[in-house]
């Protein structure tokens, strides 16, 4: 499904802030698969990010989505196949515009490009179904701007947004990072059954040792724009924090102090 082969990508080469964030750098996701990619600050993972959905262009290498090479194609075709949620749950709808009218911006990506009617009254029903499996009461506020929502209300509402369409793939840039803790696992466990249940093939980024192993069927570290661990099945199933900590050291030679993965 993804392809992401042997890809560089250098900030400012030749200066003194030159910057290697990703050394030929390859990943593949198959079909359905939920891969969670931890590692250090600087470590490469939002570039690795930013790469795929087409913000940075790569230096060397290919992306290729579903069979297609989008390595040179801009981003905003790339957002017909990929959704993505942000960090900033300010990033991810328009803020003065309703509930209805943001879905009806992320629904259209799956439709054909043409004349449209507007929003019809089905498209309000499949809005207000989807809406209500997020528990949040959001389906009788569909007409209330989303400005008036809070910070978790939004990012589940951005989460819906992005998958509402079925992308070919789903990107999950440290999406509960900005959220108090119960908010956060809220948004977590919507996501595991959205992802589940559409089947999505799904990169979720995250600081939290914890969520990395817990979530998803497979786990990567990176470390210096390179993949230093690679977990999944049994191996994965009988990881700890504390153990996923010591291998990482191992691999990278390096000691995770003063890092948010450690506070989590």
Excluded at 55 to 80: K, M, N, Q, W
Excluded at 96 to 118: S, V
Excluded at 179 to 188: E, F, G, R, S, Y
């Amino acid at each position: 499904m993804l392809r992401v082969n042997s890809i560089s990508k250098t900030f400012d080469p030749g200066s003194t802030n030159e910057k290697k964030a990703l050394h030929r750098f390859t990943l593949h996701l198959e079909e359905g698969e939920f891969v969670t990619v931890i590692g250090g600050n600087g470590a490469g993972k939002s570039t690795l990010i930013n790469c795929i959905a087409g913000v940075y262009d790569v230096d060397a290498g290919s992306i290729a989505l579903d069979g297609c090479d989008i390595t040179f194609s801009p981003e905003h075709r790339r957002s017909r196949l990929i959704g993505r949620v942000f960090q900033d749950p300010l990033l991810g709808t328009a803020f003065d515009m309703t509930i209805a009218e943001n879905l009806a911006i992320a629904w259209a990506k799956g439709k054909a490009p043409g004349l449209t009617a507007g929003i019809t009254g089905a498209d309000r029903a499949l809005f207000r179904r989807h809406l209500a499996l997020l528990d949040l009461g959001l389906e009788e506020r569909i007409n209330q701007k989303v400005k008036l929502l809070s910070g978790g209300q939004r990012q589940a509402l951005t989460l819906l947004m992005a998958t509402i369409a079925r992308p070919k793939l789903l990107l999950l840039d440290e999406h509960t990072a900005s959220l108090d803790p119960a908010i956060a696992q809220k948004v977590l466990y919507l996501t595991r059954k959205i992802v589940t249940e559409e089947k999505l093939t799904t990169l979720m980024i995250t600081h939290n040792m914890k969520d990395a192993l817990e979530y998803g069927s497979r786990t990567i570290m990176m470390h210096e724009g390179e993949i230093v661990l690679d977990l999944d099945g049994e191996e994965r199933a009988a990881m700890t924090v504390e153990r996923l900590i010591r291998h990482f050291e191992e691999r990278s030679g390096t000691r995770l102090e003063n890092d948010r993965m450690l506070l989590n």
